[in-house]
């Protein structure tokens, strides 16, 4: 199997208002999201990379998924987002990217970017990619550091948030233009 985790395709209609009894055509934004969690990089080593093929593998696949959805919807709003286990410069993200997505990380100041911490090294492995159209805009991106930066001694402390998982999330805020209001936001 490519995946352990296949990508999950969501299309969901953002109402900017009640919709009411309108078609969600005419009251809505169409929003294509696809959840990835690509393969760890747990089996490298400080010389080979053995797991990148799968991770490049998965990276076309999911580029495969949204050229089908642009192919039946060519003004398609799409979100393709995870943990996708490696950095912003890397081929998976290059051939993602390389599919008319942005990658929204590279928005957030060089200092705050980093959603995980190995061995006392910050990383970015979680990524947003966004291809938007009008009425919809990217209008923030930001990490929450409640993970990362908390010792493993905190994970399982049920009264905390901090460390239920070793990634800190991210979240982008989207605004449809045409509505002049915040649409919700969506994380990893």
Known sequence: ???????????????????????QEESGVELWLVVNHFKSKIEDTLTTAFTLPRRVEQAEHVAGMVEE??????QANLVVLGDLNDYAQSQPLQTLEAAGLANTVLSIPSSQRYT???????????????GLNLPLACVAVETYPVN?????????VNDSVHRSSDHDPLVIRLQALAFGLFMPQVGR
């Open 1 to 23: 199997r490519l995946f352990s985790r296949p990508p999950l395709l969501l299309r969901v209609w953002v109402c900017p208002q009640a919709c009411g009894a309108l078609p």
């Open 69 to 74: 959805i642009r192919l039946g919807a060519p």
């Open 116 to 130: 995980y911490v190995f061995q006392g090294i910050s990383q970015v492995l979680d990524h947003i990619l966004v």
């Open 148 to 156: 990362a930066d908390y010792p493993v001694t905190c994970s399982g």
